[in-house]
Each structure stands twice: as structure tokens, then as C-alpha cells.
């Protein structure tokens, strides 16, 4: 942007920047809007990313603001402070002492851009004082994303991490990238319901949506801040970046609630009966291993199908998912449940195990073994008929779950008779 421009004092600059910022924060609200307004009107700088800068949330973090960006935030805080709040002390924001004159003459130019622009809802329905429930098109919501209208606001959503880059702190928001890349395989695969966001403008700090001929208009400088369906959000815009012709609708509650109040939401939505871990590893049925151990209950193939219980279940998913990586590839996971077949059946006939179904010990036993005969190419009819089963079980004596003590247990016989017996 500055054509190779380097500015002077720069590191001055952003430590200046950075309390003018603390101290607008500590005036009443409107001197931040002030801001906003200025870096919007002036310099077309979208009224989001302003918001994020005092937000603090990178990549619009102070530090790592472009040069461009920098005299613009230095001059619309020293406009406010020589127009409103003298006591901000603009002294320290002399242009010429950071800034050449030809860098100036560019960065005093708008950016580039399309203007920021204000929110027309079509389909709404006002349910009380403080919510209205929307319906809008995931290009609206794309759209959105693109303009910065939904935000993250540290005041009313969980805390931001602080990470060190180059020796200096940097808040940045903690998105779980598991979470976002599990929703978008879902819905990959048709099996992803759309879930409710909840978006929330504070009346104490933006006046509330305009209603006009049968319209809800939200104005461009409204702080829109999303409290609920975060992860749900950047998962669909992702998916939107990959598919560019998908469509959904897409529903909001969009809710009128000051900061103790949107706090005191959050928390009553944090009051649920989550999913017990056997339950929800029962529910996961995009979960590949959970697809090998239903085919192995179900399936006349295995000779002890239908003796896995639901808790059973629950441990054996734990020890496949522990040893092979199959969660979300099905070609891996129809190579395994043949493999377990065949090896399965050999310990059940040459055990004379009909009639007594696997116990936690057998089941870690016997599939840790598979993983051992594999790993190591050895023959695993040999392996099995050489280990002494009772005794790993009495060392591993497993209660509930299996850990990692256990598995090294298992390997140390299973080498043993390798390196011994065999």
C-alpha cells in the first residue's frame, strides 16, 4: 500500500495507540463510536473492523495494523480528541513525527473498498421487548461474514487467548478447528441440521433496529454481536468458500440484552444436561470407528455378533480409536472390519469362545494384538496362541476405560513373545 514506504517511530506509535485506546474505553461509549464513525466516513473503513481494533482481536490487533491503517486509527482518535475529549491529549499524535509527507498524501485517501452498508431484514417476527427471530440466505449471512457484521465481543463471550509473537502478547479468539471441521463434515454428507444463532446489539451502546414499511433495518454502525452459534457461523461461511453455489437458510434470534444481562444468558445456556461421553460417542454416527463396531454386533459374519453392549461399545471405540486412524475414511474402516473378522473369529473358534462374549480385557487384548501383528509383520495366529491371556489380564486389570499404561502392558508381552517365543 505505501510503495515501499517505511514510516518512522512506528513502535512509538502503536505504544501511543495503544492507550488512546485503553482511554476511549474508559470514556463513556460514544468516544469509541466517534472513532467508528470517523474511520468509516472519512477513510471507508468498515465499522467491524474498527470494533475489533478496540476489541483488540487479531489480525486487527494494534501491532499488527498496516501502516495505512495506523495513521488512520492516529488520526480519527485525534479528531475526536481536539473535537470532544481534550482531555485524550492529542500532542501525541503529531502526523509529521511518524509519518513522511508523501505517506500522508496516501493514507489520507479512503480506502479502496465497498462502502459498509446498512441491514435490511425482510423476514422477522418481534417476540417481546427484547428478541426478534429472523430468517435470512447464506449469501446474507457470506455477506456478512465479508463486512464484519458479526462479531466477537470479549464482554459477553468467552475469554480471548493470549499468544507471544515476536516478544509481544497478542489476544487472539480460541476457535476449535475440531469442532468447525466436524460440522462441515456433516453437512458434507447431509446429516448437518442448521441450529439457531444468537446475535445481540446492546441498547445501551446502539440504538435499536429501525422497522419501516414492513422492513427491520439494522444501520451499518451497529455492533452485532454474535453470543451463540460462533463456531456454527465460520463453519458455514467456510463451507461456502469452498462451495460457492451452496445455499441454506439461516436462522437468528437477534436480542436486545445489555452486557450483565447477555451474561447472565450465556450462563443460563451453559445450565444444560450435556451428553454423557458413552452417549455421545453413541450418537457420533459420522464416527467411522462406531461403523466398524455396529457392522461387527450386526453381522451374521462375526460369530459373536449381538453380544456388544452399549456400554461395551463405548470402550471398544475407545481402544480402535486409540490404535487406528480411521475415524472419518470409510475405505480404512472397511479394511479394518475385515480384518477383525477374520482375526476375531479365528480367537473365538480356536478359544471355544462361543457362548461367552469378549470381556473389556479380551476385547483390548485381542485388538491390540491385530495392531501389534500388523505393525510389525508377524503372524498373528502365531502371536495369539502364544500369549498368556490371564496373565496381561490380571496386569492390566482394567475397570472402566483404557489408558496408555495398559496399551504398554500389552505391547511389552506381545514383544516379548516376539523376540522369545516365536
Known sequence: MNGGLKMQNKEELQNVLNRKIKQVKDFPRSAQKEVEKIMAKKYNVRFGDTVDIFNEISPNSVRELSDDMLYKLMKSIKEVAVSKYESLDPSDLFDKHYFSDEEIEIFEKPLDIEEDFDIIITDWKKVGDKKIEICVSLGVVYKWRNYNKLRFNPETQRDLITIVKKGVPTKK?????????????????????????????????NDKPIFKDGNMIIPSETHMDLIEGFHNNLAICEYKDENPDYEEICEFDIMMLTVDEANDFIEQMDKKNHFKTGQRTRLDRINQVNYVINQLNI??????????????????????????????????????????????????KTKNHYDVPFSKNEWIIYITAIKYSIDNKCDFKDLIEKIDIDEISKSTNIVNVPNGKHYKIINAALKEVKENVL
Do not use: C, W
Request: hydrophobic share 40%; glycine share 4%; net charge positive.
Open 299 to 348: 453381522s451374521g459374519e462375526f460369530h459373536l455378533f449381538g453380544t456388544i453392549t452399549d456400554q461395551m461399545k463405548v470402550f471398544i471405540n475407545k481402544v480402535i480409536s486409540a490404535l487406528f486412524d480411521i475415524k472419518q475414511n470409510r475405505q480404512k474402516a472397511v479394511d479394518l472390519l475385515d480384518i477383525l473378522y477374520e482375526k476375531l473369529n479365528y480367537i473365538v
Open 173 to 205: 479468539l480460541d476457535i476449535n478447528r475440531n469442532s468447525i471441521n466436524e460440522i462441515n463434515e456433516r453437512r458434507k454428507m447431509g446429516r448437518y441440521y442448521p441450529v439457531r444463532g444468537i446475535i445481540n446489539i446492546n441498547p445501551e451502546y
